[in-house]
């Protein structure tokens, strides 16, 4: 049976709680206008609200989908610049958490079961203890707070995407990804090769951003959930098996080439599709692990004989420290992963390397043993100023945190911050861990593909966003956070089907 095919389409629920809950709305706001005349407008409104979802409940969730489909593949191609899409100060990022929450108030049932979770509690203390180091900046720094706040803020699509893909199934997300999948491979290296064309002369509409700003660090994540998508799932689209062998052959000989164009420029985008996929052999060795191996080694022995005929024709070729400079050639890819392994292999390398390490011994020197303990420097101060690190130049837009994510959640949250992080992250990957293993006791392929992906992408973000300002930005923060939706989702239905199973085995 194809895996895809065996997803169950969609969980469902009764609509009932949505009914209850949007008449306590409408009674509330009644009890206000009885007080209040002008409060009549907002009754009006919350039974207008009412009617239309329950009305069109069963729609709107695959709308929106479909929407946010559109808005991710955005980021993920064109990075930062999607995110100046609408009208100031409600730019897309913010009008789609929005809508996914109305989206999730159409399937209220969802809700229920995902509160049943510990992950979802852990997002909700996170986004507690967020606003209490944001709220009191809101008046010193104004809307800086609140972008900063983005990092936990976006949590909000976690809870939303989770919502909607129980009402929908995810047998359409499934299905969409994997035509998506050869497209990716195609698209980063054209998108890489019109950067370096065009630079910034071509600007997003009504604004002086450049629409080519995507950052090959982020390809490097999306590339290694495209890869570990391709390897749990294999033949996911059910094409037939000529065309399929053809099709996998395409994907890879593209990939590769994207991969090159990665490595050759982002060492923290190169190393998340390494540790992705090396947990990916891990967790499946036999099915998986072995076909990793042969291609990592053939890679290896191709890639090390071409470094040595460059190096051969040009000795004296010159490398460069800035990613921005960085090309994708064979002596650059190979000093760049030289690095990874020896951060001393080459002085030029090492000098962004040391300039981190110096920020994060002073973030946790004044939070860890410093006056900071427990609030942090807040949402909303920039640190890169407040710390002396800043390297943006006069015109530049400037740098706000440190390329670290965790070192984002201490410098601005405390250590209290820190732990919810960990704690939220820690619960999130052992869950699909467990649900792995669970699935693959039961002979159940379908949703160990399924964890499996979800798992290698998680884990892609997380290597990624510490190396880089990655998860504190639109174009990896509400990527990162719709893909742990999912996987709350996934949690959540596994849940409902190993307790049917169980409950089924103790009645015979």
Wanted: proline share 5%.
């Amino acid at each position: 049976m194809n895996p895809v095919q065996a997803l169950p389409a969609r969980v469902t629920f009764p609509r009932t709680s949505l009914v209850v809950a949007g008449a306590a709305g409408a009674a509330a706001t009644f009890i206000l206008a009885a007080s209040d005349p002008l409060a009549l407008g907002g009754f009006a409104a919350v039974c207008l609200v009412l009617a239309f979802a329950v009305r069109f409940s069963a729609h709107v969730p695959g709308l929106y989908l479909n929407l946010l489909g559109v808005v991710l593949a955005g980021y993920a191609l064109f990075g930062r610049s999607v995110a100046y899409l609408g009208v100031p100060p409600l730019y897309i990022g913010e009008i789609m958490l929005a809508l996914g929450l109305v989206a999730l108030l159409m399937t209220m049932g969802a809700l229920w079961p995902l509160l049943r979770l510990p992950q979802t509690w852990l997002i909700i203390a996170l986004a507690a203890w967020g606003a209490t180091q944001t709220v009191p900046y809101i008046d010193e720094y104004g809307i800086d707070a609140l972008r900063d706040a983005t990092v936990w803020g976006y949590g909000g699509y976690a809870i939303a995407v989770a919502g909607v893909v129980l009402a929908v199934g995810f047998r359409p997300i499934v299905t969409r990804y994997a035509r998506a999948v050869p497209w990716l491979g195609v698209l980063v290296p054209l998108l890489f090769i019109a950067r370096r064309l065009v630079g910034d002369s071509i600007l997003m509409p009504g604004t002086d951003v450049p629409l080519l700003t995507n950052k090959m660090g982020d390809a490097g994540v999306h590339l290694a959930g495209a890869a570990a998508f391709v390897l749990a799932f294999g033949s996911a689209t059910g094409a037939e098996p000529e065309r399929s062998v053809r099709s996998t052959w395409m994907f890879w000989g593209t990939w590769i080439v994207a991969l090159a164009c990665v490595a050759g420029q982002n060492r923290g985008g190169f190393l998340s599709v390494v540790v992705a996929l090396a947990l990916v052999a891990f967790l499946s060795p036999r099915r998986i692990g072995r076909q990793i191996a042969v291609a990592a080694a053939g890679l290896l022995l191709a890639g090390g004989l071409v470094t040595l005929a460059a190096t051969t024709i040009d000795p004296d070729g010159q490398l460069a420290a800035g990613s921005e400079e960085r090309v994708a050639s064979p002596r650059q890819i190979a000093a760049n992963i030289a690095s990874i392994v020896r951060p001393d292999a080459d002085d030029t390398l090492t000098s962004t390397r040391e300039w981190r390490l110096d920020w994060w011994r002073d973030i946790s020197a004044y939070t860890v043993s410093g006056p900071y303990f427990w609030t942090g420097k807040g949402f909303g101060v920039n640190l890169a100023d407040d710390d002396n690190f800043q390297v943006s130049e006069p015109g530049m837009a400037p740098l706000r945190s440190p390329h670290n994510v965790h070192m984002t959640f201490l410098a601005r949250a405390g250590v209290p911050g820190l732990l919810l992080w960990f704690a939220l992250n820690a619960a999130f990957g052992i869950g699909l861990v467990r649900a792995y293993a669970r699935a693959r006791r039961a002979g159940s392929r379908e949703w160990a593909a399924l964890n499996l992906w979800i798992l290698a992408y998680w884990t892609a973000f997380l290597v990624n966003a510490s190396f880089d300002v990655f998860l504190e930005g639109p174009q990896g923060g509400i990527w990162f956070w719709c893909v742990f939706g999912v996987g709350l989702a996934a949690l959540t239905a596994q849940r409902a089907v190993w307790g049917v199973a169980r409950d089924g085995a103790r009645a015979g």
